[in-house]
C-alpha cells in the first residue's frame, strides 16, 4: 500500500520487508547485464523472481514470460522491478496498476515521475532511481 510519505528509503525498506516475489521486467540471461546480477542478490536473500523478457524461455532456471500479463494467475507478484529505458517504463508500470500488484521499482537510471505518481495514485508502493541490491546491502550493512 502506498505511503503519503516519499521517503524512499523507508519506502524500500518497507517494500523489502513484505515482498517474496519480484516479476524483473527486461531480466536478461546474459551474465554482465544488470538485471542478471540483481536477479541472482534477489535469489541469495530469498526471493523469488520471475524473468520478464520476449523471446526469452528462462533466465537462471527460471521460467521466462514476455509480459506481465502472461505470468500465471496462480503466481502472485509482490513488485514489478522494472530495468527498461526511462521512456519505456511507464507501460510496464501501467501494467503493474492493471494487475493490482502492490509495488513498482525502477532501477537505478529509470526515471518516470508520471508513471510513479499514476502508481502512488492506484495506491502502489513507488521505488525510483534506486536498485535493491544496493538496498540489501545498506540494510545488511547496518545491521537490519
Do not use: K, N
Not at 542478490?41 to 537462471?60: A, C, D, Q, S, W
Not at 502508481?119 to 547496518?142: H, K, N, T
Request: overall charge negative.
Amino acid at each position: 500500500m502506498a505511503s503519503a510519505d516519499q521517503d524512499p528509503t523507508a519506502t524500500a525498506d518497507r517494500i523489502l520487508d513484505r515482498a517474496r516475489v519480484f516479476a524483473v521486467v527486461g531480466a536478461s540471461p546474459s551474465t554482465w547485464r544488470p538485471s542478471h546480477g540483481v536477479m541472482q542478490v534477489l535469489l541469495g536473500h530469498g526471493y523469488e523472481v520471475v524473468p520478464i523478457r520476449p523471446g526469452v524461455e528462462e533466465v537462471l532456471g527460471r521460467r521466462a514470460y514476455p509480459d506481465l500479463a502472461s505470468v500465471p494467475e496462480e503466481v502472485t507478484i509482490d513488485v514489478v522491478d522494472i530495468f527498461r529505458r526511462s521512456d519505456r517504463a511507464g507501460r510496464h508500470v501501467d501494467e503493474a496498476i492493471a494487475l493490482g500488484v502492490p509495488a513498482v521499482w525502477l532501477q537505478l537510471g529509470v526515471i518516470d515521475h508520471d508513471a510513479a505518481e499514476r502508481a502512488r495514485a492506484a495506491g502502489l508502493d513507488v521505488v525510483m532511481d534506486r536498485c535493491p541490491a544496493i538496498e540489501l546491502d545498506r540494510r545488511r550493512r547496518r545491521g537490519g
